[in-house]
């Protein structure tokens, strides 16, 4: 029989997308699946679009906690030996849990499975194809590095021995969780398109994180590392992962124009690492968040205004 597969969805004010994602989820050609759904506290219609998917969904309800404990609530109630989540405006393609499951049993050591994945906009239309690149441990924790997008796979003893996503982050609980993935066992990339990332106005994508959310990387790195179980090999490269991360904080700080913020933390990125400007990834980065959000909003604006003309030519 095939195993038994938990997805959890967390959802808050989810009304714009939350039925096309599940209804992706249902159309599965995988049978023994589980499908539970969080809803965070909504404010919006996002319970009464869940009510009508009543029998076919486990629902859960509690005030706004956010997406982690959301996400851990979720896991908790689960009764698969194989766990996931998906975003409330991300989708699967419907053969995507039968062959994740397949690439991850194929190997005992594997811990989790990623795919490839569309991005696409507001309206479902395909806007680029990401191809995910292998899972390697050691640029996930010196580099800040995240390969894995939407419609990952894992095993249940993964949560036994390293826990859930920290409820303390909201920015990157996901690379947080990655960390102490990669010490369970291997991560493999299943080299197949089989979900999609939404990007729209409402996304993290468009919003320039909080003073606060933009420390969380050097937060992540620190607790890391302070645990017994890390490898010499990483443990060695510690001040260049807290050089790197800062960058990464400078980077977010740039996008919210917190320029002052972005120089204390290249300045400790300096204390940490000196060499840090020799890598042209850390010179891109910087450049990225002093041009990069803007650009992005007049690149998808320029999209959004193209298509309106192309569907109404005589406006």
Not at 2 to 10: D, H, I, K, W, Y
Not at 40 to 58: E, N, P
Not at 160 to 166: A, L, P, V
Not at 192 to 213: G, K, N, Y
Request: hydrophobic letters at 40%.
């Amino acid at each position: 029989m095939s195993p038994r597969v938990s997805l959890v969805v967390p959802a808050y004010n989810a009304e714009h997308y939350l039925a096309d994602t599940l209804d992706s989820l249902l159309a599965q050609d995988y049978g023994n699946l589980e499908v539970i759904v969080v809803d965070d506290g909504s404010t919006d219609r996002t319970a009464s679009i869940l009510a009508g998917y009543t029998g076919k969904i486990v629902l859960l309800q509690q005030s706004n906690q956010g997406q982690s404990a959301s996400l851990n609530r979720g896991w908790g109630h689960a009764s698969g030996d194989i766990l996931g989540y998906l975003s409330a405006d991300d989708r699967l393609e419907p053969s995507a849990i039968g062959k994740l499951v397949a690439a991850l049993l194929e190997d005992e050591q594997r811990m989790l499975v990623y795919p490839d994945y569309w991005l696409i906009d507001h309206e479902g239309r395909r806007l680029k194809q990401v191809i995910a690149p292998p899972f390697d441990h050691y640029e996930v924790v010196i580099n800040g590095f995240c390969p894995v997008g939407p419609g990952a796979l894992l095993r249940r003893c993964v949560l036994e021995r390293i826990g859930g996503w920290d409820v303390r982050l909201r920015l990157i609980p996901d690379w947080d969780f990655l960390l102490r993935v990669g010490l369970c066992g291997t991560v493999h990339h299943y080299p197949e398109t089989l979900a999609a990332f939404r990007v729209h106005e409402q996304s993290q994508t468009f919003r320039a994180p909080d003073e606060q959310r933009a420390g969380e990387y050097a937060i992540a790195v620190q607790r890391f590392f302070s645990r017994d179980d890390v490898p010499d090999s990483l443990a060695r490269q510690q001040f260049r992962a807290r050089a790197n991360t800062q960058v990464l904080t400078a980077r977010l700080h740039l996008l919210a124009g917190r320029w002052r913020k972005a120089a204390t933390a290249l300045a400790e990125a300096s204390r940490c690492w000196p060499a840090w400007p020799t890598r042209y990834r850390n010179l891109k980065l910087l450049a990225n968040g002093l041009f990069g959000l803007p650009r992005l909003r007049a690149r998808n604006a320029w999209r959004a205004w193209l298509r309106q003309r192309l569907d109404h030519p005589l406006r």
